[in-house]
């Protein structure tokens, strides 16, 4: 038995089961979080990267079977669909069969999540299909409106359709109290966010453990926050990069497949593997997910 493979609690024995009777396993094919990229193309109505189109194309489609999802792709960005400077990579993504994950929401403080401004957001994503990212929760969970203003944005984002939520992170009160969910919001909550420890590069094994006693079917793509940890990794020289990203992947490694973990390397301006020269490695460990 692998080292991650832990015992469960006899509640979370307990949850297990009531979640697996109304969210059948096969529910989400496995295949669409199989390799994964944390990739920000546009925030708002304009693609961040300093790449052409063809360069990025060109990249993800070295990667053997092929990226299988694009984790957000677009960050608040308004109608990317009728966005003439997004033509191009939308309809190349959605020929090449990848799952966009585009994702809504700002800095948590003084804000809120269940608004109009980003309702409209959401609407504008529902032609890239069911699934949608919901950023920054736990800053939202910690704010005055907190738990009410998350599932009230999660409740509106499933009437409007979307039935494969990401929530990015699981979200966490100012105490550790993980936000539980209801029958309907748990079927319509797909996967989450999770980032590693900035300081070992390793997957936070507690955190893993908490999310899988609420949701054992819960897929989670496991990245590197950003600016932060990002902007540490490429101020690195290109073999200290690899052996950061190689340390998460072995971690990962030694964990049950059951635990339904992925590692999602980042694309972002924050940390850009075509310009920091790591992109051709990171396509061979993701075309090693197969």
């Not at 490694?253 to 972002?268: C, E, G, K, Q």
Request: hydrophobic share 40%; with cysteine.
């Amino acid at each position: 038995m692998k080292r991650r493979d832990f015992l469960k609690t006899s509640a979370a024995l307990a949850a297990s089961s009531a979640v697996l009777g109304r969210k059948a396993f096969g529910a989400i094919p496995p295949s669409v979080y199989k390799r994964p990229v944390h990739f920000v193309y546009g925030i708002g109505n304009n693609a961040v990267l300093d790449n052409t189109d063809a360069a990025i194309q060109s990249a993800l489609a070295a990667v053997t079977n092929g990226v299988t999802c694009l984790c957000p792709f677009f960050l608040n960005s308004s109608d990317p669909t009728s966005n003439p400077a997004f033509t191009n990579m939308i309809n190349w993504v959605q020929a090449n069969n990848i799952v966009i994950t585009p994702a809504v929401g700002l800095t948590a403080q003084g804000n809120t999540l269940n608004n109009a401004t980003n309702i409209a957001i959401a609407e504008g994503y529902l032609p890239l299909g069911p699934h949608i990212r919901l950023e920054n929760l736990s800053g939202y969970f910690q704010n005055p409106n907190g738990e009410a203003d998350v599932k009230g944005f999660i409740n509106n984002c499933i009437g409007m359709g979307f039935s494969k939520i990401m929530l990015n992170p699981w979200p966490v009160d100012a105490n550790g109290n993980y936000m539980t969910f209801t029958a309907n919001q748990m079927d319509n909550i797909d996967s989450t966010f999770q980032n590693v420890n900035p300081n070992t590069w390793v997957i936070n094994s507690s955190v893993v453990s908490n999310i899988l006693a609420l949701d054992p079917t819960i897929k989670t793509l496991v990245n590197y926050e950003s600016p932060g940890p990002q902007q540490t990794i490429a101020a690195m020289t290109k073999s200290q990069q690899e052996n950061v990203f190689t340390t998460t992947i072995d971690d990962l490694a030694t964990y049950p497949s059951s635990d339904h973990l992925f590692w999602a390397p980042p694309f972002t301006k924050s940390y850009n593997p075509l310009d920091e020269g790591t992109w051709t490695w990171i396509a061979g460990q993701l075309s090693n997910s197969q």
